[in-house]
């Protein structure tokens, strides 16, 4: 069972063994991101993946691993490294699982649940509409992150985001 899941830079030839994660779309770009993976035993292998690297977290209420690229979500097997399932991404820079075990991700505008076989992604709502988001990290059940206001990028804004109540609120 993979007890760790780590962002790496190309490692050299023959370093770790490695595992292609590559999902066929007409507009394939040439980044790939590497994972490096670990689990019980402490034995290590990397995973490559189809596009810049974004975000990597364990998910040990579903047993499962997100990998976030700029091209791909992959979901991955916490037990075997094997895939379960992808879906192209376009968009989203963000990636956190909350403690009730939903996926959270983000843009540069919005913030979204995605379900956990990655078929359905629906928005949250902001009181506000935000620009250049960033995760800073759950503290309780809330996320905190910061934003820009849109249009009024002078408006640095620390944000949470509730996820027993699915609400957005502006930190004061």
């Known amino acids: ?9 190309k490692p050299d030839a023959g370093e770790f063994p490695e595992k292609i994660f590559d999902i066929q779309d007409p507009w394939n770009l040439d980044y790939w991101s590497w994972i490096k993976f ?4 402490y034995s290590e292998w990397c995973g490559q993946f189809r596009g810049s690297p974004k975000s990597v977290e364990i998910d040990n209420e579903t047993n499962s691993i997100i990998v976030l690229t700029s091209a791909f979500f992959f979901l ?58 960033k995760f800073e990290g759950w503290y309780n059940n809330l996320l905190e992150f910061t934003c820009d206001e849109f249009t009024n990028w002078d408006r640095h804004l620390l944000m949470t985001y509730n996820h027993e109540t699915n609400e957005i609120k502006i930190k004061e």
Request: hydrophobic letters at 40%; one cysteine or more; glycine letters at 4%.
């Open 1 to 9: 069972m993979i007890i760790n899941a780590t962002i790496i830079s």
């Open 38 to 41: 670990e689990d019980e035993e």
């Open 76 to 133: 991955l097997d916490k037990r075997t490294g094997e895939l379960k399932h992808s879906a192209q991404n376009g968009q989203y820079m963000n990636l956190t699982i909350a403690p009730n075990g939903c996926y959270i991700i983000a843009d540069y505008y919005n913030l979204a649940i995605i379900t956990s076989d990655l078929s359905n992604i629906t928005s949250i709502e902001s009181p506000i509409l935000m620009d250049m988001i």
